[in-house]
């Protein structure tokens, strides 16, 4: 029964953010999700490298909307990304016969990764992932995946992120950098 | 009671303990040590003044209050204290509202020439053969000893209040009074001290 108890929860959920954190997350996110979504729609006009948007937008949660968890530090951000996309490529090109294995093996892989290296940051998940689920044009950047469209879109987020958490009053960021 | 002291104490938690303890929860806590710090010490701060003000007088304060009225004789006021073997009480006027208090303080100061009235120097003035001056006890009443305005209290103020009080005004009895002025109880330091642990 206490396999079922723990169902329960019993906790509290934390209070809710002032309105200036929400108009500052809108606007990081905003600021952040601009010059990204840009440079592939311009750059890779048609091409569906679009698909890592997805990956930014769950990364824009974290470093513009909870800017103090752990999981939207630098180290989370750039090494997440980074090494689960490297994650992904490797189970793509070792087991791209069985594209269902080489998801479940790349996402659950990164997340052990990422753990062990103190980089765990959500978005890494969706950043494996699509190393595997996207398109030919994906599959055949290989390892260049990692660098375009992962590690500059990532860079740009970055720098978003440190110019405006860091010109709210009530935001500092990063809380530490490695 | 000195608060600011205890909240200094909150400082003597350190990253390092914050860390520690951090890795005796299993599994991936979202928050960094120093945002922990920082709700630590917020929460220390706030629980300390939930408890400051938890406590009312009216909690424990003596309800059956042992008293005289203005003019009760002082040889009957010697020999109440010393049944019920305490150091001072309350005098009451018409049977309710405070009019002044009577500690062993107001005696001493009786029997000392001096304004400064320790026990030692009614002794020393005995000694010195000035002759034990508790003779008019026998003929003066409650009213012409007693201290008088005296500092009372309401049932709910916080008991830290009243400790501050008895602190600052060097007292050690407080009378609790209604908002009709009419006695209700009496704080002694004993009873706060019983409080504190």
């Given at each position: 029964m206490l396999f079922f108890s723990k169902m329960k929860g019993g906790g509290q959920s934390p209070p809710s953010v002032a309105f200036s954190e929400i108009a500052w997350s809108w606007v990081g996110a905003f600021l952040g999700i601009t010059p990204v979504a840009f440079l592939h729609y311009n750059l890779f006009s048609g091409d569906d490298l679009v698909y890592i948007i997805g990956s930014f937008g769950a990364s824009a949660v974290l470093i513009?909307?909870?800017?103090?968890?752990?999981?939207?530090q630098p180290r989370n951000l750039v090494g997440g990304h980074v090494i689960s996309a490297l994650i992904g490529v490797i189970a793509y090109k070792l087991f791209y016969p069985f594209p269902w294995f080489a998801s479940s093996v790349a996402v659950a892989t990164s997340i052990a990764v990422m753990h062990a290296t103190k980089t765990?940051?959500?978005?890494g998940g969706a950043t494996a992932l699509i190393a595997v689920i996207g398109s030919d044009k994906i599959h055949d950047l290989g390892f260049f995946y990692v660098f375009i469209p992962v590690g500059v879109g990532v860079l740009i987020m970055l720098a978003v992120a440190l110019i405006v958490n860091n010109l709210a009053k009530s935001r500092k960021y990063p809380e530490f950098w490695f | 009671m000195k608060f600011s002291s205890l909240n200094e104490?909150?400082?003597?938690?350190t990253d390092d303990d914050i860390i520690q303890a951090m890795k005796h929860i299993p599994g991936y806590l979202d928050i960094t040590p120093s945002d922990f710090m920082e709700v630590y010490r917020l929460a220390f701060s706030h629980a300390m003044s939930r408890l400051k003000n938890a406590i009312k007088a009216e909690q424990i304060m003596t309800r059956s209050v042992i008293a005289v009225s203005e003019d009760t004789p002082l040889t009957q006021v010697i020999k109440k204290m010393a049944e019920n073997n305490i150091s001072g009480l309350p005098v009451v006027k018409d049977g309710q509202t405070v009019s002044g208090i009577i500690s062993e303080k107001d005696f001493l100061k009786r029997m000392n020439d001096d304004k400064t009235s320790s026990f030692m120097r009614v002794i020393l003035q005995c000694i010195e053969s000035k002759g034990c001056l508790a003779a008019d006890f026998k003929t003066l009443v409650a009213a012409d000893i007693m201290s008088s305005p005296c500092i009372t209290t309401l049932p709910k103020t916080p008991v830290t209040e009243v400790a501050g009080i008895m602190d600052q005004e060097n007292i050690n009895r407080v009378p609790v009074i209604d908002d009709k002025l009419k006695l209700v109880g009496i704080i002694a330091r004993s009873d706060i001290v019983q409080t504190m642990c």
């Open positions: 513009y909307g909870a800017v103090r968890s752990p999981l939207a765990l940051h959500p978005p | 104490c909150t400082m003597a938690i």
